[in-house]
Nanobody, 123 residues
């Protein structure tokens, strides 16, 4: 049974930083593309970042490029998302997701999802 468990969300002031973690179990972690997505109230779930299994390819949404960094530790079965220079518009529930195969930003292509962690950025 695959489980993805996010942690690290919280309330932060604009300009602040957070680091989200996603611990995976029940899968061969080193074979999976890992992605981060976010969903604001009454909005669609949007791609944020992805990292390939070998951690030598990353991709970011334009809205977070230069501010967020994705990384992974295959020995710990964990993927991270470092959020810096946070803005109120970054407020959302952040989800990690896993898939095998091609590196894509489409949420529907990801087969496994965590329960999400709330990030709230105050102005």
């Amino acid at each position: 049974q695959v489980q993805l468990v996010e942690s690290g969300g919280g309330l932060v002031q604009a300009g602040g930083s957070l680091t989200l973690s996603c611990a995976a179990s029940g899968l061969t972690f080193g074979r999976y593309v890992m992605g981060w997505f976010r969903q604001a109230p009454e909005k669609e779930r949007m791609f944020v970042a992805l990292i390939n299994p070998n951690a030598d390819y990353e991709r970011y949404a334009d809205s977070v490029k230069g501010r967020f960094t994705i990384s992974r530790d295959n020995a710990k079965n964990t993927v991270y998302l470092q959020l810096t220079s946070l803005k109120p518009e970054d407020t959302a529930v952040y989800y990690c997701a896993a898939k095998q195969g091609v590196y894509v930003t489409l949420a529907a292509a990801y087969t496994n999802w965590g329960q999400g962690t709330q990030v709230t950025v105050s102005s």
